[in-house]
């Protein structure tokens, strides 16, 4: 009672990286309040999850297993979380912000009456003290931006049980908890939550199309905005990330103004990602897009303007146009990599 639960979603035995980077935070959360962290696992053909789940630290592992379970439906998956929830009483629990976590995090909230807060960027514990004198310990903080990502909100749900959130793939750091040991599992009789009615829905075929771009795991992005001007100009883009073996970004005022495939967008609205090196070319720097970026180990900045705001966060800015910058780049890269 009273636990952190983390909904992990499970594709062909593979745990999603959303949900290890949700145990990693979630096992910081759970250290501070002192409670134990579980993960709830649903689908077919689940043995041996539990180990993987226990390296990113839970205490705790209930797993789900029947052949009706997998791939994800809406209305079996709903009724087990809805039914294990209420037996177990969490106070925080925590999806993916992902195709699955947006379809099945609402009607869990819907059908608990409590709050979720979707798009997180940061999941904090905290106090808070309203205008009527009441005092609320150790709450949820849901923060994340807010109108248009002009501001950042701060949301609470000092009431309801479970505080829910979906945070985004990763937004979060997913690291094996150096303490992690194994913990119990417990099994889901799944016959006490599903009804025939849970099964009208039936997949008759099912296609997955795979990324052909992906860049949340590289190590080195060069990401261009609208100030790069052109779709030929993001051609130099391509050019730099091939010679230091990286791939390209872009903003989204970019990719609206068709520089780049949307699956390069970086940002509140595209992907957030961690490269040990982040070149931002004719990008502003506004919160959309930093979200998205900003924990990058290194940043360097090439913008006309000296006081674009991507400057504030960048380890170095270079003031420039990027014609004139990214070749010569390139050729002392090549110079000195001899």
């Known amino acids: 009672m009273n636990n952190i639960f983390v909904y992990c979603e499970i594709e062909n035995g593979k745990v999603a990286d959303v949900s290890l980077e949700l145990l990693t935070k979630g096992r910081t959360l759970a250290n501070q309040l002192a409670c134990s962290l579980e993960a709830l696992a649903i689908g077919s053909e689940l043995a041996g999850v539990e180990d993987e789940l226990f ?8 797993i789900a297993d029947d052949a009706r379970l997998a791939p994800y439906r809406t209305l079996p998956h709903t009724s087990i979380v809805v039914g294990v929830f209420k037996e177990e009483q969490p ?14 995090a609402p009607r869990v909230s819907s059908a608990l009456k409590s709050g979720l807060t979707a798009d997180c960027t940061s999941l904090e514990i905290g106090d808070h003290s ?17 109108f248009g990502g002009n501001i950042i909100a701060t949301i609470i ?20 908890y150096a303490d992690a040991k ?20 039936e997949i ?72 040990k090196l982040y070149i931002a070319c004719g990008i502003s720097g506004q919160i959309q897009h930093t979200a998205g970026m900003q924990e990058a180990a290194m940043i360097i900045s090439i913008n006309n303007d000296a006081n674009a705001p991507i400057n504030q966060i960048a380890d170095y800015a270079i003031t420039g146009d990027i014609a004139d910058v990214i070749p010569k780049m390139i050729k002392y890269y090549k110079k000195n990599s001899k």
């Open 157 to 176: 749900n000092p009431d309801c049980r479970p505080q829910m959130a979906t945070v985004r793939e990763g937004v979060m750091r997913k690291e094996v």
């Open 130 to 146: 309203d205008n009527k004198g009441n005092e609320y310990k150790n709450l949820l903080l849901q923060i994340r931006p807010a």
């Open 55 to 62: 390296r990113y630290g839970a205490d705790v592992v209930h």
């Open 182 to 201: 194994k913990g119990e599992v417990k099994t889901i009789d799944v016959s006490k939550y599903l009804n025939d009615t849970d099964f009208v829905v």
């Open 91 to 104: 106070q925080i629990a925590l999806f993916g912000a992902t195709t699955l976590g947006r379809d099945l």
């Open 204 to 275: 008759i075929e099912r296609h997955i199309e795979e990324r052909k771009i992906d860049i949340k795991g590289a190590p080195i992005i060069v990401a261009g905005g609208y100030g790069v001007g052109s779709k030929e100009n993001f051609d130099l883009l391509f050019e730099l990330a091939n010679v230091l073996g990286g791939e390209v970004g872009a903003s989204r005022a970019a990719v609206d103004a068709g520089y780049a495939e949307h699956a390069r967008q970086v940002g509140q609205t595209g992907v957030t990602v961690r490269p």
